[in-house]
């Protein structure tokens, strides 16, 4: 890429040498017509602006509303079973919402919960025979530790006409002649009967699921390129308690406990990694999931857990697993430690995650309009295998799109609520984190990462043309650092049309079931605060007891009053406002 641009800059410098002669050019400000507006120039408010910005907060707020009052619906208790089923952990990903509904609902006498995919663990991995180190925990984080794949005994799958043999002469020409027109066989078969290949991006690859993981590190100066290959016993213990304390799961295990990460399957597709897990730095989960099990596992690391005062009994199991979210399919990793007792609560549980996966595939078809979505679930299930390896499907899946929440609390809070996959869910238990520790940690990554996710679809959206991609089709791809349309030479920041056509340009909501005091003395030690500030994302605080909702706004927090008359016109608001003693329990963008 640097001898590129050199080379162009080169071009370029030749160019204005026989405009003006040689090093005699002047600056190529000076011919410009109109002189572009500056970058953080003021922007001078209007009617127009103002207009806008009250339109855009109604059209936010018409959806918050019905979020917000939702939450504050009063359940019935249900009887609490002790011993469930089994538990499962996921990413806090808005893709992952309908699944856990869907596993809930087919075993009621199960438990779910919401964390970010890297599951506490971070590390640098080295697939066997990689490279390179692939960072597998959030983007701002810089590992002090390298997981490395080891004893792999198969060989990895490869496409017979993608052979280094072609690298040479005669061997080129002749792999021209023979195996190209088995490759344009293959081509046009691919388009009539679209079937997985080596050559697509698959998640379920990004590690074997046979190899061996270099994780536990019993000698500190075992080092590669100054990272500690694994972890010490303390430090495996020290990233489970605090998962756990996290979602609030430090007792009444169950015997299965299954940690599965995301990642996603992609042909023929340059934005393939914005699929994956952003916890992750944008790779599948699967590795960190399968070290998280693997330590959870550990006599050593449960007995100083059990000094902590966090007891795993010795018949709970912890399971890793990856969902591939275009595929809706799971694969589990360590099943051949499974025995007994164990063996057969695992078998009756796949049984509820193979259903789950067929509703889910059913639930996602309502926005893919290339499927029926009156056929049955496993027919469903039939035609997204088909669709997410067609090379000629722009929109394999929808990524983010429409995310607009970020709700960080019990399960209870949102169990049986439809949030159409809009929503960022963390599990957090306000009763083991009363000074908000846990909170804070968690709170970290909301604003970069589910706010960044939401500003970029919501910009994406707004114009396409100038702040998103354009459409994919002729994108190629740049110097692996972005694309351009075609042989235009103009970067293009953002996503692309096919990402953000069914996103509703709503801000992100973070709501905090936690006391008001608490998350507000929270996100004002946040590195992020100006985020909830400057209003580029809304926050909220559920107060744990009494249910009420207090809105950030203006540095504190103030009383939620949600909006009990249905408006439909504009003298509905008139006659709201004239039959009203003060405008205090008005929602600001009807006033306006």
Sequence with gaps: LKDLIAFDLLLEIDALDMLFGENKWPPLSTRLKNKPTELFAEIPETELNEVFAIWQEAYEWSYYDEVLASLQIEKKPKKEVVKKNFQAMFCIDDREISLRDYIEKFDPNCETFGTPGFFNVEFYFQPEDGKFYTKLCPAPVTPKYLIKEVDIHEERKHDVHFTKQTHSLFGGWLTTQTLGFWSAFRLVLTIFRPTMTTTAASSFRHMNKAA????????????????????????????????????????????????????????????????????????????????????????EVRAILASRGIDIPNDTHFEGGLHDTTRDDIVFFDEDTFDGEHLKNHERNLLVFNKALDYNAKERSRRFESINTKLSPEKIHDKIHTRSVSIFEPRPELDHATNALTIIGKRERTKGLFLDRRSFLNSYDYKTDPEGKFLFNIMKPIAPVCGGINLSYYFARVDNQKLGAGTKLPHNVMGLIGVANGIDGDLRPGLPNQMVESHDPVRQFVIVEHFPDVVLATIKNLPTYEWYLNNWMYIAALHPESGELYIFKDGNFSLYHPLKQKIHSIDDVKTLLENSNSQENIPVHLIN
């Design 212 to 299: 061996k993981l270099t994780i536990i590190n019993t000698d500190i100066t075992q080092r590669e390129n100054d990272l500690q290959i694994g972890f010490t016993i303390t430090e495996m213990a020290d990233r489970v308690e605090g998962l756990l304390r996290s979602i609030g799961l430090i007792k009444d295990f169950a015997s299965i406990v299954y940690v599965i990460g995301h990642g996603a399957s992609s042909v023929n597709n340059p934005f393939y990694a914005t699929m994956d897990c952003g916890a992750c730095s944008c790779r599948p989960g699967s590795v960190n999931a399968r070290v998280l099990c693997y330590i959870a596992n550990l006599p």
